[in-house]
């Protein structure tokens, strides 16, 4: 069942559109991201789902209740919709203790002691904070106060769980605790998240579907393998993850596979189902090329990065240049004059056409 | 449900309003359409009143030149220890600093009391001149417009050196540094590149002087008129004593005009300079200028004055407060705290503090509930119309308090509704010039509080009502109740509003100073104004220590 359901949800301030005709469902027990770079929309329409913005257009559900409807003039206020969320500052109350903040929800629900009590216990007990529930905020930590904001948002049973960029004020080490622990909790509690994040890694690690969405439009929905093996469009393939892009030239077209011909006159078998022809720009991962003394494609070790679990090369090969990544045990040096080889690239039109949304790409498409 | 909830919201802006236009817009628009009537008709005749007799034009000329001749002595003044106190090395700056600012922290008509002590024709200064030169008679008089100045300039030099402070502080220390690595000399420097930067500083800072001055009562009240020395404030005072209505208002509608178009260039200064990017709001530490062989001789000198302008005062009016009868010699036999024992004796003394303390709770208390109210509506609701409303609520900062004790006569003090001759004509007026203060500390409060607190309340499931009890005013508490003070504490001094709206059994603190001092009873006045003093100077340690020395004096 569908726990969140967006139609045609568009977002104006004034002249500015920040979403545009955004639609999407996420299941039950799923958790689903909304990643792009920032300002493409994505914290707007979680927030049009929680209430706290109003839609320019479109219909939300939530939990199979209409929550906003443009066309039949409904707009359930924020405090009475079905829903938890966490802020990327937390906003944790500072001038209430951690017992206080967490049974807030349910204070307000004019609920009995008892109850509140023992939901209170447990809810305290999901995000590990027992121990902690007289302490004010101010004698937290960043991690401790997340949890608290965590608890808060669980303990009213919504729903549906909203988490804006809830990491992002994490440091580095914490943060990557953290994607284990909110995955987990979320499995043993089963609810549906919905969560807003501009960190590929984060939305690859922990989401089950994600959509990727740029200047206000959603570019691709997808499980993570799907969107990072099979990007819909350039500006897909450059968000997630590393990539080199190449120019080259399609020769010729047999079923699905395609011959490309690029880096001077060498030349690649290609998978590929779209109809693209002649010029066009060949993307490869890092990690799908392999360096050797004797590959086919020639190339010059530029720089060598040691980053502990494997080494980052650049190398120049015909005026390009490539970001290679190998096993830690590579022992090339800079300078040295090396070859590789090509074992999976994708292929993507020179132009986008502007109407599915693709604002400019960052970084240089082409390498110089 | 949707509906109901924007309804109540809109309704509590509806009842915001309506409590705006009742104190502060309908009396104002009684000023100036009272200025343009005469018997029921259009009329200049209030206008050509005014210009036809020297004594009333002469106010106008007299309001412009004083408060002209106090803006540029304060800004040389305040400009001048901003300089020393921010940029030098000078020895103890921190306390000459806060040492410079205890004046302002005082009502002005103390300031022209404490100076009549000291400088006037029996004053304490004025003895030890004659002591020490022989000489019978001083060779200046306070009761003048010299006096209306000096007495003034002390009082508002702060504003010029509280804007030039704050310049130079925000000031980008590597342009000097530039400036000195073409070559430049420290005095090149300070002309070429210091002073023009904050230059604009300077002027808005004068130009806040000059309002100051404009609007002030309690000065050239005590020290003008006995001279036959009028300003437009104390003309307006006098067309009212009369009265003249059309003639009070006339002045006013003047008064106001001069007001709006200084606060105007003013305003238009202050947006200026932040257009320079130069001055930052980023803590940078400006270079420190030594000053080498003059450092004692300056420090010396700016321990002086800052020991006659801020601790003299204060001292000369708590010994007054002290002698048996006002010009008794300086000897043990004729001190007493008789005084004190009198004024709290006094039935109309007792009064006068009841009424004002009474006064000044309400004020605060109403003006800081509306402030939240429009703050609210304007910070975080973000409520159409609550601009608006904002807006409303802070003309008042521009309209001198003598104009919005005549705007609550006009109002109020006729049928049916006259509440002229009670405490609630004064409490209006408190309301409205108040008014203005408490939105703007509410304003910075409620910013501090940042949006996802009350969003997180929201998703909480806590209504309007709800959110306000436990998430917003808490959060605020603090800020609020330093606004509350602000508030309260010049109330419970204020003279300028309530000597024009008191009657018999409404008399106020300011009141009975002020009909003290100038019936003669100086030390009766002395020993009241002492108490308030001990009162505003607790106040102002309070309000520091909530706000982490933020607001207060």
Same mark, same amino acid.
């Given at each position: 069942m569908e726990k969140i359901r967006i139609v045609n949800l568009s977002?104006? !301030?004034?002249?500015?559109i920040a979403a545009h005709a955004v639609s999407l469902a996420v299941e039950d027990k799923e958790f689903f991201s909304l990643l792009g770079p920032s300002g493409c929309g994505k914290s707007t329409v979680l927030r049009c789902v929680a209430g706290l913005e109003e839609p320019s257009e479109g219909e939300i559900y939530i939990g199979g209740?209409?929550?906003?409807?443009?066309?039949?003039?409904?707009?359930v206020p924020t405090e009475l919709?079905?829903?938890?969320?966490?802020?990327?500052? !937390?906003?944790?109350?500072?001038?209430?203790?951690?017992?206080?903040?967490?049974?807030?929800?349910?204070?307000?629900?004019?609920?009995?002691?008892?109850?509140?009590k023992t939901q209170l216990k447990d809810a305290l007990y999901t995000v590990g904070l027992e121990r902690l529930a007289d302490r004010f905020p101010s004698q937290l930590s960043g991690g401790e106060q997340q949890r608290v904001a965590l608890a808060r948002a669980l303990i009213k049973e919504p729903e549906v769980l909203l988490l804006d960029e809830p990491l992002s004020n994490l440091d580095a080490k914490l943060r990557e605790q953290m994607r284990f622990e909110l995955k987990d909790l979320q499995r043993r509690t089963g609810i549906p998240i919905l969560y807003v994040t501009h960190d590929q890694s984060e939305a690859l690690a922990m989401s089950d579907?994600?959509?990727?969405?740029?200047?206000?439009? $959603?570019?691709? /929905?997808?499980?993570p393998a799907e969107i990072y093996t099979h990007p819909a469009n350039r500006f897909v393939a450059d968000f997630i993850g590393l990539m080199n892009f190449v120019p080259g030239r399609i020769l010729a077209r047999s079923g699905e596979e395609a011959t490309v011909e690029f880096l001077g006159s060498h030349r690649l078998n290609v998978i590929d189902r779209s109809d693209l022809s002649g010029e066009c720009v060949v993307a490869v991962r890092p990690e799908d090329i392999s360096l050797s003394q004797t590959g086919p494609i020639r190339c010059r070790v530029e720089v060598r990065n040691y980053s502990g679990h494997l080494i980052d090369f650049k190398v120049r090969a015909d005026g390009a240049v490539l970001r290679v990544q190998t096993p830690k045990t590579a022992i090339y040096q800079e300078g040295e004059e090396l070859g590789f080889t090509i074992e999976r690239a994708m292929l993507f039109a020179v132009r986008e056409s502007s109407s599915e949304g693709i604002g400019p790409v960052d970084g240089k498409p082409f390498a110089t | 449900m949707t509906t109901a909830k924007i309804d109540r919201r809109y309704l509590l802006m509806m009842a915001i309003g309506l409590f705006i236009l009742l104190v502060i817009l309908y009396p104002l628009w009684q000023v100036f359409f009272r200025s343009f009537v005469d018997a029921g008709v259009f009329s200049l005749k209030s206008y050509r009143k005014v210009f036809s007799y020297p004594s009333y034009y002469r106010a106008l000329f007299n309001s412009l030149w004083v408060s002209a001749a106090t803006g540029a002595l304060c800004m040389l003044l305040g400009t001048l220890l901003a300089f020393l106190v921010v940029r030098t090395d000078l020895p103890l700056k921190k306390t000459l600093r806060s040492l410079l600012v205890l004046p302002y922290a005082l009502p002005s008509f103390f300031a022209a009391i404490a100076w009549i002590q000291l400088l006037g024709p029996q004053g304490y200064l004025a003895r030890i001149f004659f002591h020490f030169s022989g000489w019978d008679t001083a060779p200046w008089n306070i009761y003048?417009?010299?006096?209306?100045? *000096?007495?003034?300039?002390?009082?508002?030099?702060?504003?010029?050196?509280?804007?030039?402070?704050?310049?130079?502080?925000?000031?980008?220390?590597?342009?000097?540094?530039?400036?000195?690595?073409s070559g430049a000399n420290t005095f090149q420097i300070m002309s070429k590149i210091t002073l023009p930067l904050v230059l604009p500083a300077i002027l808005a800072g004068g130009l806040l002087a000059f309002i100051g001055a404009l609007a002030n009562f309690g000065i050239p009240a005590l020290l003008g008129m006995r001279a036959r020395f009028f300003v437009l404030t104390t003309s307006i005072y006098y067309a009212l004593a009369i009265p003249d209505f059309g003639l009070a208002t006339a002045l006013s509608s003047m008064l106001v005009l001069v007001a709006l178009v200084s606060m105007a260039f003013q305003f238009g200064i202050q947006k200026g300079e932040s257009k320079y990017t130069v001055i930052s709001g980023k803590a940078v530490h400006? +270079?420190?200028? %030594?000053?080498?062989?003059?450092?004692?001789?300056? *420090?010396?000198?700016?321990?002086?004055?800052?020991? *006659?302008?801020? $601790?003299?005062?204060?001292?000369?009016?708590?010994?007054?407060?002290?002698? =048996?009868?006002?010009?008794?010699?300086?000897?043990?036999?004729?001190?007493?705290?008789?005084n004190f024992v009198y004024i709290l004796k006094l039935e109309a003394g007792r009064r006068a503090i009841v009424n004002s303390i009474l006064l000044a709770a309400l004020a605060a208390t109403i003006t800081m509930f509306v402030g939240v109210v429009v703050s609210y509506?304007? /910070? %975080?609701?973000?409520?159409?119309? +609550?601009?608006?409303?904002?807006?409303?609520?802070?003309?008042? !900062?521009?309209?001198?308090?003598? /104009?919005?004790? $005549?705007?609550?006569?006009l109002a109020w003090a006729k049928p049916p509704l006259s509440l002229y001759g009670t405490l609630w004509i004064?409490?209006?007026?408190?309301?409205?010039? !108040?008014?203005?203060?408490?939105?703007?500390?509410?304003?910075?409060?409620?910013?501090?509080? =940042?949006?996802?607190?009350?969003?997180?309340?929201?998703?909480?499931?806590?209504?309007? *009502?709800?959110?306000?009890?436990?998430?917003?005013?808490?959060?605020?508490?603090?800020g609020m109740i330093a606004g509350w003070i602000l508030v309260f504490m010049p109330a419970l001094r204020e003279l300028t509003v309530s000597i024009l709206l008191y009657t018999h059994r409404t008399e106020t603190i300011g009141v009975v100073v002020y009909n003290m001092q100038d019936a003669g009873y100086r030390e009766i006045a002395a020993a009241l104004a002492s108490i308030v003093m001990v009162l505003l100077i607790v106040g102002n340690v309070v309000i520091r220590k909530l706000t982490g020395g933020v607001t207060g004096f």
């Open positions: 977002k104006r !301030y004034g002249k500015v209740t209409r929550v906003n409807s443009t066309a039949d003039g409904i707009n919709r079905p829903i938890g969320m966490v802020f990327q500052n !937390y906003a944790v109350w500072p001038h209430m203790t951690v017992h206080d903040n967490v049974a807030y929800p349910l204070k307000l629900k004019k609920l009995a002691k008892g109850t509140i579907r994600l959509a990727v969405m740029n200047a206000g439009h $959603i570019i691709q /929905v997808g499980a | 003048s417009a010299g006096g209306i100045v *000096f007495v003034l300039t002390v009082h508002y030099f702060i504003l010029v050196f509280i804007t030039v402070a704050g310049a130079l502080e925000r000031m980008d220390a590597s342009l000097e540094e530039a400036a000195r690595g400006p +270079s420190e200028l %030594k000053l080498r062989a003059i450092k004692y001789p300056l *420090f010396f000198g700016t321990t002086l004055l800052v020991f *006659f302008i801020s $601790i003299i005062p204060i001292f000369s009016m708590f010994l007054t407060a002290l002698f =048996h009868y006002w010009g008794a010699p300086l000897a043990a036999a004729n001190l007493t705290l008789g509506m304007h /910070v %975080k609701a973000k409520l159409t119309g +609550s601009r608006m409303l904002d807006f409303f609520a802070t003309i008042p !900062y521009a309209v001198p308090h003598t /104009v919005m004790a $005549i705007a609550m006569i004064i409490l209006a007026a408190y309301l409205a010039i !108040y008014l203005p203060f408490a939105v703007r500390t509410t304003h910075a409060t409620l910013q501090q509080v =940042h949006d996802s607190l009350e969003e997180a309340a929201r998703v909480s499931g806590a209504k309007l *009502f709800p959110r306000l009890r436990d998430i917003i005013l808490p959060l605020a508490r603090p």
